[in-house]
């Protein structure tokens, strides 16, 4: 069995909720910091060009800010998504910890495949309904996680046992197959996924902030 995961950290937000009211005036004002300042810049540069060149400066400014607030925004409630995950993943570790004593009137016979498959569907819905609901979980979020503990987790843990050449599954072992390898393979893309738009979002507005930056310097 895998080793006793620690436990969550104090530090770490509780709620979906805390992890935006954190994380999402944050990006929001390093991304109108760096590209509206940027257009600024820009602005500033140009608008002894005349009056037209300053009206259109200074209109290209106003939308960088508009696509910093949007872009920031973004990154900013990805920021809180990911982290929530990161909580969520400990939560299902303590759960999966607790479910010898929940189950311990259970029978120790093992299940055949297509009724363990019903029956481990059934516990990850279950669980992930505990700890959205514990952790106030927006719903495009609890089903993005969903999707891929139930697509991935279970159907990778059904394949494991065909390749083993097992027809019976025992109660406990899908728990410790879980704690081994299956929750951290379950969370995976979701925290991917998560990581990847909210990288792209944060690469477009530096780009963004690249490209007015070096207008700014072939007009000077």
Do not use: K
């Amino acid at each position: 069995m895998a080793n006793q995961p620690s436990l969550p950290s104090a530090r770490r937000p509780r709620t979906f909720l805390r992890a935006l009211l954190w994380s999402l005036p944050l990006h929001v004002l390093v991304s109108i910091a760096v590209v509206g300042g940027a257009a600024a810049y820009y602005s500033s540069t140009v608008s002894s060009h005349g009056t037209w060149a300053a009206v259109g400066s200074w209109s290209l400014t106003a939308l960088y800010v508009v696509g910093a607030l949007v872009g920031g925004a973004l990154a900013g409630v990805l920021s809180a998504a990911q982290q929530t995950v990161e909580r969520l993943e400990l939560t299902l570790r303590e759960w999966l910890h607790a479910l010898p004593a929940m189950q311990s009137g259970s029978t120790s016979a093992g299940r055949s495949l297509a009724m363990a498959r019903q029956e481990y569907e059934a516990m990850v819905d279950r669980c992930v309904t505990q700890t959205a609901d514990r952790l106030r979980l927006p719903r495009w979020l609890e089903r993005l996680i969903r999707t891929a503990l139930q697509g991935v987790v279970v159907d990778r843990f059904m394949t494991s046992c065909t390749e083993r050449g097992l027809n019976l599954v025992a109660p406990q072992e899908f728990r410790n197959w879980l704690l081994a390898e299956g929750v951290s393979l379950g969370f995976m893309p979701v925290q991917d996924q998560l990581s990847w738009w909210r990288y792209l979002i944060l690469g477009l507005l530096g780009l963004l902030a690249a490209m007015v930056l070096a207008l700014a310097f072939l007009n000077h």
